[in-house]
């Protein structure tokens, strides 16, 4: 009885275990220790392994937010098995497009943190092309949004913001920085940025407005014709 039960439960603790090291990984101030830990590199290569497509997700965000802090790259790209499992999941016929251009991005971000000449390059361009090759006519680019987040401002709201983008199809990875409350969210190119700020208002106790930059260089907020408040 016992056997049975854990194998039902072996699941949702790994979905539940690398959501954890996602949540962790979110914070800039953890990701130094995260990756100095020895264990924590190797479970997460562990998951983009896992059978259950919603882990490998997680687990890539993980490394994504990991690969933001520059210090953190060099080591990850050594961990045994880290490039082989990222190409694994971006050549296997049966991962999501927005996961295989999720493993795609970190591929890159990995390859290219110490690469000086130009054979490399054109080979971590040619690696850019297969992966997007695989997604189809669809997926040939990906883009950046950023997002002004009014009422992100604790732990809880940045959960439901979570919860809002990861049920938006074309959402690939996003990254909060609580302090300014923005979100910096990739997508594909054929996801419009107003599905995003629909998204979050949908919440109810928050609203979204896109940050671009002036033709002077500054920094705006674009205000949505639905964001306006009654």
Same mark, same amino acid.
């Given at each position: 009885?016992?056997?049975?039960?854990?194998?039902?439960?072996?699941?949702?603790?790994?979905?539940?275990?690398?959501?954890?090291?996602?949540?962790?990984?979110?914070?800039?101030?953890?990701?130094? *220790?995260?990756v100095?830990?020895?264990?924590?590199?190797p479970?997460?290569?562990?998951?983009?392994?896992?059978?259950?497509?919603?882990?490998?997700?997680?687990?890539?965000?993980?490394?994504?937010?990991? *690969?933001?802090?520059?210090?953190?790259?060099? %080591?990850?790209?050594?961990?045994?098995?880290?490039?082989?499992?990222?190409?694994?999941?971006?050549?296997?016929?049966?991962?999501?497009?927005?996961?295989?251009?999720?493993?795609?991005?970190?591929?890159?971000?990995?390859?290219?943190?110490?690469?000086?000449?130009?054979?490399?390059?054109?080979?971590?361009?040619?690696?850019?092309?297969?992966?997007?090759?695989?997604?189809?006519?669809?997926? %040939?680019?990906a883009?950046?949004?950023?997002?002004?987040?009014?009422?992100?401002?604790?732990t809880?709201?940045?959960?439901?913001?979570?919860?809002?983008?990861?049920?938006?199809?074309?959402v690939i990875?996003?990254?909060f920085?609580?302090?300014?409350?923005r979100?910096?969210?990739?997508?594909r190119?054929?996801?419009?940025?107003?599905?995003?700020?629909?998204?979050? *208002?949908?919440?109810?106790?928050? %609203? *979204?407005?896109?940050?671009?930059?002036?033709?002077?260089?500054?920094?705006?907020?674009?205000?949505?014709?639905?964001?306006?408040?009654?």
């Amino acid at each position: 009885m016992n056997s049975s039960s854990s194998t039902m439960n072996e699941e949702p603790d790994a979905l539940s275990v690398v959501n954890q090291l996602r949540d962790l990984a979110a914070d800039p101030l953890n990701r130094r *220790a995260i990756v100095q830990d020895q264990g924590c590199l190797p479970g997460l290569i562990l998951f983009m392994d896992h059978p259950n497509p919603p882990v490998v997700h997680s687990a890539l965000l993980a490394l994504r937010y990991l *690969a933001e802090c520059r210090v953190n790259r060099e %080591k990850m790209k050594g961990e045994l098995g880290m490039m082989l499992s990222l190409q694994n999941v971006i050549q296997k016929t049966t991962t999501p497009g927005e996961t295989k251009l999720l493993a795609s991005e970190i591929y890159d971000i990995l390859q290219s943190s110490n690469m000086a000449d130009g054979d490399n390059f054109n080979e971590m361009n040619s690696r850019r092309r297969k992966a997007q090759f695989f997604l189809g006519t669809t997926n %040939k680019r990906a883009k950046t949004v950023v997002l002004h987040i009014d009422g992100l401002d604790d732990t809880s709201r940045r959960n439901l913001c979570e919860e809002a983008l990861l049920k938006i199809k074309g959402v690939i990875s996003f990254t909060f920085q609580m302090a300014v409350q923005r979100c910096v969210v990739r997508i594909r190119s054929d996801l419009k940025a107003e599905a995003l700020a629909s998204a979050i *208002a949908s919440t109810k106790v928050m %609203k *979204a407005q896109q940050v671009v930059k002036s033709e002077s260089g500054e920094e705006v907020t674009v205000l949505q014709a639905f964001f306006i408040p009654n």
